[in-house]
């Protein structure tokens, strides 16, 4: 068992910190005492316990004995602490289910941690900044396409700063950010404005200024989703998607950022559930309807250790994307999925199995004899295992988890009270979202918008959150006598179609504002043009609002048309003479801003603001498909009408 080593290897771990200093670095880890500490470390440990450092489960929900359901994680508990205990686990992942208060989720990683005093847990979180966040109470920032947009380096580090720093005060202390990945399908439906661009030097650049961003508070950083998952139009928690480009391609837009990333000294890389062919085209029989289908990536040995560790030199950890997504879980029997990824050589199994109450627990109980019997039967080479164990308690050495400092709780809380969502941040958040909104036309000096005292300003977005959001901006702005003051009339559009009285609305108003969220387009589009006679209400994301553009044209009124989320949309909307992007959905809710982007746009639409974005990707025609509408770099100076140049 690992207490009858603790003594020992706790003083020289200590030995180990000191020489390497708080912000321990790479470099500055490799020294012969530290590697004899782990070794003698995994040598006196149970193939039981290097199993369960393999295994990261989450505790989403739990159903604690006699309870009627599953609620949200959010206190640690006896049971949940038995699981952590009998299994040996290595880390947990946190959902927003976990992360629902400031001081609550510092006393449930405190409660986390105290099950595994002798290995300390990593506690993991997506964080990503954007669309993709957990943490109820923390700085949201505005995304990676965002920050593509603005071009500005330093705010990708002030956004993994940001993130780092509130992580590491709440007890998590390891970010699943950033995504690298290249976004250069438009149709893609799962990465989009998680993307920092289609160019692979912009995402290098910026992918590396927020691994350091993060890094040098002491988190760990991992990059995803390796290799890549931006040309994919399949989303892999529904299905298996099919990436067919050849080596040489690959190699010089998928793997760039991967690659540079490894060079920059990324601690952690997660994978990818995607096909990859020309790197491994093994098949397998598929368990969901008997067809075959190819290796993905996080299940191939060829492409985890021959590709990325091999070719690419990357000695850090490895772990999964999680593994009950559909991708994995619908084609792979749950253990053979957990057993194949750790024989492809990835470190960590995320999500193994499905545990929300004791009764579940025969889930882990079944993955976790799966791994040993795999490794008993040399399936799994024992001296593979413990490469891993050592990579993980390496980097649990490097980051300090190994060797916590001992503050009381009550510190612990005050401290994360001070800098969880502070004042600083969400001015930096702020910043970086209006430097990024990005004007892709401004016909007659539309914007910016001037309204008279009490003129009437009709809002519609697709959801209640959106529309509170920019109706709560354009009221901060009168409040703070940048605008006069307006009456807002408000509306949400999602499932609902065109009517007399959506009509009568903006009849009635002076401006227009309305925001477009558009993942598929809906209408056909015949010999060029968009079918408008189409107002079906299950296609309400684009029929809807070309009817207001289309309506607001014909009455002469001021029309603004804000694309929510993936600029792409924007192409649907040729007909509107003012048009921007501010690549973020997230509206108002639960008393806060979900995310700065929308405020953000509202700022520039009145004239607060001046937007200085340049778009991250091609954004082609809808009614000329294999033309660009608007071109990677474009943007307008509201000011001027003229390109920004950068």
Known sequence: MIKRICAPAGIALCLVLSIMGGNATAKGYENEKTVSDIQEIVENMTIDEKVGQMLMPDFRNWQKQGETKATGFIEMNSEVASIIKKYHLGGVILFAENVVDTEQTVRLTDGLQMTSPDLPLFITVDQEGGIVTRLQTGTNLPGNMALGAARQESYAYQSGEIIGKELSSLGINVNFGPSVDVNNNPGNPVIGVRSFSSDPELVSKLGIQMIKGLQNQNMIATTKHFPGHGDTAVDSHYGLPLVSHDKERLRSIELLPFQRAIDAGVDMMMTAHVQFPAFDDTT??????????????????????????????????????????????????????????????????????????????????????????AVASGEIPLNQVNQSVTRLLELKVKRGILNPEDTPIDKKIETALQVVGNEDHLKKERKMAEDAITLLKNEHKTLPFKPKKNDKVLILAPFDDQVESMSRSISELADKKKIKKVQITGMSFSGKSFTDQVARLIDESDFVITGSYIVKNDPAVNDGVIDDSIQDSSKWATAFPRAVMNHAKKKDKEFVLMSLRNPYDVANFEEAKAILAVYGFKGYSNGRYRQPNIPAGISTIFGESRPKGTLPVDIPSVTKPSESLYKYGYGLDIKSGRPIKK
């Open 284 to 373: 397998y029989i598929s368990k969901k309807d008997g067809q075959e289908i190819m290796v993905p990536a996080t299940l191939s040995q060829k492409v985890i250790t021959g590709l990325l560790r091999e070719d690419m030199g990357f000695d850090g950890v490895v772990v999964t994307d999680a593994l009950n997504m559909k991708a994995i879980a619908d084609n792979f029997g749950q253990e053979e999925a957990v057993v194949l990824a750790l024989k492809s050589g990835v470190d960590i199994a995320l999500m193994p199995a499905q545990v929300n109450s004791l009764q579940m627990e025969k889930n882990i109980a079944s993955v976790f004899n799966a791994v040993k019997a």
